[in-house]
């Protein structure tokens, strides 16, 4: 006896997409074939649907604790189910305090296991004067450390100095964790701004030119370079431009281990988006140019892109409304987290790009490259994440319909060609026809088994 069957689902495989039926037990895939004698207490009908890995989603900012009003652990969660995602990975900054310490790290897993309808993994931080506390991070659970190259403007999680940043990734390098690095040149975005702040220049396309290709593209080799000196691994995040992946490429070709995400704001949208919609569409790196953005789908469709992640950045609307801030003063972030999955789902059918690719950058390689031994593929002995989705049916996006605590978000209104129609994680329905049907937050704190290379 199963404790849920899953009948008739189109199966998205790493190598192969078939009809077959997936048998579950105390939260494991323990079964995967056409004919099954066991009965189930729980049977999902998935004719006519596909079924994949529910996604790791690796780069998400929820504000647990501290800062709940933005977003906390139980609204993020719920919205992650709602988009197909069954683990995320909380990054270290927009809570209070940062997860720069152990203790910090373990208020913000205490509110994850209380809060969280899904899994999840924690980041911890690297700063100028934490160094001495990354081993004990590392012993107690993170999933890796993020770092800053250009200026946060905040004060608990400075970005780090080029010292730092050495001591730093010549730790972590022994400690066997990643390093994720926001990748833009301080001095020139920083630079330019005040250029432009003082002039008086405050339009959608001064702030693009205040962030450009160039300063992501020096910090992305600076890093590159500090990481050959000091044998560091490296993530790079939100990568926004052809000339960084060019230079990422390039690091992988030498046998160096390094791996980069993008996010599908990038993909979805340009910087038409920041001129028309204003702050809402403020992110940095900046939307690029129609040009670039077409560049990133090609960078997409040859797999230069390890994973996809949504660096989800919720705020209270008051941050980003128009009347009060210019562009330069406006929270800058996407809020989109519950939209990753549908807008890979979007990109395949538009470009054909076949649906294993698919599960491949939204869960088998993160799954890999962080150490989650259990995640990332429909096999027997993976716990049974899935997320099911209907390619017949298209999902507009409205207030109502999506799941973060302040329904502020490019998104809305833009209408997916494919529906969510479920997520299950480890084995319990989570989300289900529009509404969550867990009866309360079962997610668990995963931390990592052992962290690997990604292969191109």
């Known amino acids: 006896m199963f404790d849920m069957l899953i009948k008739n689902g189109t199966v998205v495989f790493p190598d192969k997409v078939q009809i077959t039926n997936i048998g579950v037990k105390n939260g494991k895939i323990t079964a995967i074939g056409d004919e099954f004698v066991s009965g189930a207490n729980c049977i999902i009908d998935a004719s006519g649907q596909y079924v994949f890995p529910g996604m790791i989603d690796v780069h998400v900012h929820f504000s647990d604790p501290g800062r709940d009003y933005w977003e906390g652990f139980r609204t993020g969660s719920q919205m992650m189910a709602a988009g197909g995602v069954t683990t995320f990975f909380d990054m270290p900054l927009n809570g209070i305090p940062s997860t720069i310490k152990k203790e910090a790290l373990y208020l913000k897993s205490d509110r994850g296991q209380a809060e969280s309808y899904t899994d999840f993994a924690l980041w911890g931080g690297l700063v100028p004067g934490n160094e001495a506390d990354l081993a004990e991070l590392a012993e107690e659970g993170v999933i890796g450390f993020k770092a800053f190259l250009s200026t946060t403007g905040n004060k608990e999680f400075e970005n780090v100095d080029d010292v730092t940043l050495l001591n730093g990734m010549k730790i972590i390098a022994g400690l066997n964790k990643v390093l994720a690095l926001h990748s833009e040149s301080g001095p020139i975005t920083d630079w330019l701004a005040a250029r432009k702040i003082e002039a008086g220049q405050v339009s959608a396309d001064d702030y693009l030119e205040t962030r450009p290709i160039a300063a992501e593209a020096e910090a992305v080799q600076r890093a590159l370079y500090y990481a050959e000196v000091t044998g560091c691994p490296l993530h790079f995040v939100h990568i926004s431009s052809y000339e960084a992946i060019e230079k990422i490429e390039a690091a992988k070709k030498k046998g160096m281990n390094v791996t980069v995400e993008t996010c599908p704001h990038y993909l979805l949208f340009n910087h038409d988006a920041l001129r028309e919609f204003g702050p809402v569409a403020k992110c940095a790196p900046p939307l690029r140019k ?35 801030y210019n562009i330069f003063q406006a929270w800058g972030g996407i809020s989109g987290g519950q939209f990753s999955f549908l807008s890979m789902m979007e990109l395949a059918l538009k470009y054909e790009i076949p649906f294993e690719q698919i599960a491949k950058i939204t869960a088998l390689n993160p799954a890999e490259r962080f150490g989650l031994k259990a995640k990332g593929r429909i096999a027997e002995g993976y716990d049974a994440d899935f997320v099911l989705v209907s390619t017949d049916e298209s999902y507009t996006v409205s207030e109502e319909n999506f799941f973060a605590k302040n329904k502020i978000s490019l998104y809305i209104g833009h209408t997916f060609p494919c529906k969510i129609n479920s997520t299950i994680n480890r084995g319990k329905l989570i989300f289900n026809d529009g509404t969550i049907q867990a009866d309360g937050p079962e997610g668990e704190w995963i931390k990592p088994i052992q962290q690997i290379e990604i292969k191109s």
């Open 290 to 324: 129609q040009e670039e953005q077409e560049r990133l789908i090609k960078l997409l469709i040859e797999q230069k892109f390890d994973m996809i992640s949504s660096d989800h950045s919720p705020c209270t609307s008051d941050l980003k409304d128009s009347a009060v």
